[in-house]
Nanobody
Framework: QVQLVESGGGLVQPGGSLRLSCKAS????????MGWYRQAPGRQRELVAN???????NYADSVKGRFTISRDNAKNTVYLQMNSLKPEDTGVYYC???????????????????WGQGTLVTVSS
């Protein structure tokens, strides 16, 4: 069983900072990409940032220069440092991970994508 457990959401004033964490459990899960998505009320879920196992990062234009994604491969954990938060950053933030679910027979490895349960970030004065 592979699970993603998020933490770090909450209420913050505009201009403030929050740090989200997401830890993946499951010893047979060889993770490739980990990332964060968000969904604001009445809007579709959108990519915020992601990071590969090699450290390559990708950011939505709206968060470039304010958010930083990082990853600890040994701990299967991804972080999202959010600075200079704006009201439009409000939403439910979901952790996402994809990779291979390993089998004892390598040819039977299979692709797996997993989502966390979401953590609410509210930016308001």
């Amino acid at each position: 069983q592979v699970q993603l457990v998020e933490s770090g959401g909450g209420l913050v004033q505009p201009g403030g900072s929050l740090r989200l964490s997401c830890k993946a459990s499951g010893s047979r899960f060889s993770i490739n990409v980990m990332g964060w998505y968000r969904q604001a009320p009445g809007r579709q879920r959108e990519l915020v940032a992601n990071i590969t196992s090699g450290g390559s990062t990708n950011y939505a234009d709206s968060v470039k220069g304010r958010f930083t994604i990082s990853r600890d491969n040994a701990k299967n954990t991804v972080y999202l440092q959010m600075n200079s938060l704006k009201p439009e950053d409000t939403g439910v933030y979901y952790c996402n991970a994809d990779g291979d679910l390993l089998h004892v027979i390598p040819t039977m490895n299979r692709y797996l994508e997993v989502w966390g349960q979401g953590t609410l970030v509210t930016v308001s004065s």
